[in-house]
Nanobody
Framework: QVQLVESGGGLVQAGGSLRLSCAAS????????MGWFRQAPGKEREVVAAIRWSGDSVYYRDSVKGRFTISRDNAKNTVYLQMNSLKLEDTAVYYC???????????????????WGQGTQVTVSS
C-alpha cells in the first residue's frame, strides 16, 4: 500500500501563510496524480487543489485561486500546498490524496483517488 504522511498544519492568524507537505513512502509506481482535500465540521469533503504527477495539469477550486499553490517534487515523491492570505473559511482538516489516471475535464474529482493520508488540522483565527 502507498503510505501518505501530511505535515505543516497548525494555527495561523488570518492573512498569514502555511505550507503543507505530503510524502508518499511506498509503491509510488501506482500514483498518477496527487491532490489536497479539506473537510470542515458538518460539511462534505471538497477538493482544494490537484496536480498530475507529470505536471501538465493543475486544478484549483475558485475560492483558493490566487492564494494557494500546489507543487510536487518527483524525486522526493512529495506534494506541497503553499497557502497564502489565509481566511477564516480555510479552517478545516486537510487531507493529501493520491490516485491513478482519470480521463475527461474532471480528472481531479474525489472518486478517482485510491490513497489518503491521516489529515492535518489547519485553523485560521481572527
Amino acid at each position: 500500500q502507498v503510505q501518505l504522511v501530511e505535515s505543516g498544519g497548525g494555527l495561523v492568524q488570518a492573512g498569514g501563510s502555511l505550507r503543507l507537505s505530503c510524502a508518499a513512502s511506498a509503491r509510488t509506481f501506482s500514483i498518477y496524480k496527487m491532490g489536497w482535500f479539506r473537510q470542515a465540521p458538518g460539511k462534505e469533503r471538497e477538493v482544494v487543489a490537484a496536480i498530475r504527477w507529470s505536471g501538465d495539469s493543475v486544478y484549483y477550486r475558485d475560492s483558493v485561486k490566487g492564494r494557494f499553490t500546489i507543487s510536487r517534487d518527483n524525486a522526493k515523491n512529495t506534494v506541497y500546498l503553499q497557502m497564502n492570505s489565509l481566511k477564516l473559511e480555510d479552517t478545516a482538516v486537510y487531507y493529501c490524496a493520491a490516485g491513478g489516471p482519470a480521463y475527461g475535464s474532471n480528472w481531479y474529482d474525489e472518486p478517482t483517488y485510491n490513497y489518503w493520508g491521516q489529515g492535518t488540522q489547519v485553523t485560521v483565527s481572527s
